[in-house]
């Protein structure tokens, strides 16, 4: 059973555009939300995270959004660049539940020049 | 502060061989993790350990043991290597929710 879903495996945008992935959870129980980048042969870094008493928290070109009703959240990327192509991780959590994450599958996006 | 730190960085074993894998955190965390990372399966936890001394099974521990050496090391020990055990293993720490991984260990075994 897969608590946390990815649905798109890649996406590709032109530099400069809005880059938008999204993530689906199943669990009512989580109550916080991170997104992480891969970089090939690197350890995931941690990008920007959400708590679910929000719907919003941005840093700087990057926010993520947080429908709790359709247990979706979502992260923009505005303005992307070339540097932002990576393998994008969400994952949630409970706190309930020692703070394990639980990740997605991961979406692999593409900025062209 | 070198951060989570994982040896080695590639290793491949035969069928059966044993071998351990390091983790050591500078952060002063207290919880520490181990993933495995498969191709279109995301990270999946293993072993995990909330404290110095406890330890507990994430969902796919089979396979595995680990030791919470210190605050600062995690090991995670395979006893005999299995063809299933190919993948890309990642240590994490953290203080709270937020986890801070290292660069991996990449194990083929044969």
């Known amino acids: 059973d897969q608590q946390v879903k990815q649905n798109s495996p890649s996406l590709s945008v032109q530099e400069g555009r809005i880059s938008i992935l999204n993530c689906d959870y199943t669990n009512s129980m989580f109550d916080y939300f991170l997104w992480y980048k891969k970089y090939p042969a690197e350890g995931p870094t941690f990008l920007i995270s959400i708590s679910s008493i929000k719907d919003k928290n941005e840093d700087g070109r990057f926010t993520v959004f947080l429908n709790k009703s359709a247990k979706h959240l979502s992260l923009h990327i505005v303005p992307s660049q070339p540097g932002d192509s990576a393998v994008y991780f969400c994952a949630a959590s409970s706190r309930s539940n020692t703070g394990k994450l639980i990740f997605g599958q991961g979406t692999t996006l593409q900025v062209k020049p | 502060n070198a951060g989570v730190t994982q040896t080695p960085k590639f290793q491949v074993l035969k069928t059966g061989q044993s071998m351990t894998l390091q983790c050591a955190q500078d952060?002063?965390?207290?919880?520490m993790y181990w993933y495995r990372q498969d191709p279109g399966m995301g990270l999946r936890l293993i072993y995990y350990?909330?404290?110095?001394?406890?330890?507990d099974k994430g969902e796919v521990p089979n396979g595995y043991n680990v030791s919470r050496l210190n605050k600062r090391e995690f090991s995670l020990r395979l006893e005999s290597a299995a063809p299933s055990q190919t993948s890309v293993y990642f240590c994490a720490s953290s203080l709270w929710e937020t986890q801070y991984f290292g660069p991996g260990t990449r194990l083929l075994v044969l």
């Open positions: 350990s909330a404290s110095e001394g406890t330890t």
């Open positions: 952060m002063n965390h207290n919880s």
